[in-house]
């Protein structure tokens, strides 16, 4: 029989103390003893990166990106050895590599960069001398044979990138709950796991504030079709499998609701309403680094002028507010309106595409609690609305039951 290949990632927090780091080795090693070929990624211990930011910051906040970069992938070059070191004491043999040594080709934006290509020649070429390789995620080098990272979460791309470079049978993502569930338990006492999961539906609750699974992993998964399962490492249960389709179960028109606690409102009043003024606003933000979610605009009645609201981070609140005030004159904006404190919900499920009346049940289970929308911005397959951060508790919870999940 055929070995199987299985890719097998463990975060930060489920390496955050050598105990655990033995026990995510006891998992690679039940796994190989099993007959199957693995490939590990690891992330940095426990709250490294932070760490390691917090000491930029102190030295320099404006600090070259590319030795931003060096600093901080150096917190996986220590789990990976650490990992290497365990696994060949329980009789394992493997052996740590960082991005440069496949290599893991990236391009050249530093902090954020995108993975090209993966060596996939010289990882086959490990496997079959039976080693297990023990990979650096987060982290490659560019074409100037600089070191680069891949971004918050960048393991999980890399850990992806790598199956699907290999033709994995399956991917799996070691993490600190259970698996995805039907939104956060610390919040809903309810809350279940999810058993299965479509591409679309994992990157929608992604992509607007779950945390269990980055969206360009998610994404990546997508494209090429890798088999992805999110498992705890601390429990031997069966997690959430993330796959291109699923059975569509009447009842479960929404697999879950997903809640963001750090997002800022602001409204432009007066915008002249001409062709490119909304391309000049958005594009000046883009330009500073400052990522718009939900935007609504209202035309005046006599077509000349519009109001526009939109969303942005809340760290990125004061920031963008500046850059408004510089560009609003040029513009010929009367006045901004910035508010803080807000939440966006969302409710996410592949039934939703053929089931009419869902946003008539979302709008009313939260009318029933007197919370107030703000702002309203849909997809096929999700439809988020923007409320008062003080509601959050209660429209969570009411959601929750209302699509009895």
């Known amino acids: 029989m055929k070995k199987k290949l299985i890719v097998q990632k463990f975060g930060g927090s489920s390496l955050s103390s050598i105990k655990k780091i033995k026990r995510a080795a006891q998992k690679i090693k039940k796994e190989i003893i099993s007959g199957n070929n693995v ?6 211990l426990g709250k490294t990166t932070d760490y390691l930011q917090s000491l930029i910051n102190k030295t320099d906040v404006n600090a070259d990106l590319k030795e931003i970069d060096t600093i901080l992938s150096s917190g996986e070059q220590v789990s990976s050895a650490l990992m ?3 696994l060949n004491k329980v009789g394992i043999n493997s052996r740590s590599f960082l991005g440069w040594q496949i290599p893991i080709i990236t391009n050249k934006s530093y ?3 995108r993975i090209l290509d993966i060596n996939a020649t010289f ?3 490990i496997i079959k001398d039976q080693v297990t390789p023990i ?3 987060f982290q490659g080098i560019s074409e100037e044979l600089r070191i680069t990272t ?9 850990a992806v990138a790598i199956a699907a470079k290999l033709n994995a049978d399956r991917c799996e993502i070691f993490t600190d709950v259970d698996g995805v569930f039907t939104t956060d338990p610390r919040w809903v006492k309810k809350a279940k796991k999810i058993n299965h999961l479509t591409y679309d539906e994992m990157l929608e609750m992604a992509s607007v504030g779950a945390q269990v699974l980055e969206p360009r992993s998610v994404s990546l998964a997508k494209q090429n079709e890798v088999s992805l399962i999110v498992r705890s490492s601390f429990k031997n249960i069966k997690g959430t499998s993330i796959s291109k389709t699923r059975k569509i179960i009447e009842k479960r028109n929404v697999s879950g609701i997903v809640f963001s606690k750090n997002d800022s409102k602001i409204t432009l009043l007066g915008v002249p309403d001409k062709p490119g003024v909304a391309a000049k606003i958005f594009g000046s933000l883009a330009s500073q680094d400052i990522n718009v979610d939900m935007i609504v605009q209202n035309i005046s009645a006599d077509g000349k002028f519009s109001d526009l609201t939109f969303t942005v981070l809340e760290n990125d609140f004061f920031k963008a507010q500046k850059f408004i005030n510089k560009i609003k004159k040029e513009i010929g904006i009367r006045n901004i309106l910035p508010v803080s404190k807000v939440a966006k919900i969302s409710i996410v499920g592949i039934g939703m595409r053929s089931n009419a009346g869902i946003a008539k049940e979302m709008f009313r289970a939260l009318a029933k609690e007197k919370v107030n ?7 096929e397959i999700k439809i988020s609305v923007l409320i008062s951060r003080k509601h959050i508790l209660k429209a969570v919870n009411a959601l929750h039951k209302a699509f009895k999940l």
Do not use: E, H, N, P
């Open 373 to 379: 929308i703000d702002l309203i911005s849909t997809s």
């Open 111 to 113: 902090g954020r960069a």
């Open 123 to 125: 990882l086959k070429q």
């Open 84 to 86: 290497a070191l365990f």
């Open 135 to 137: 990979i650096a995620g």
């Open 39 to 44: 490939v590990v990624v690891v992330s940095a």
């Open 150 to 158: 891949i971004g918050r979460g960048g393991s999980d791309t890399t």
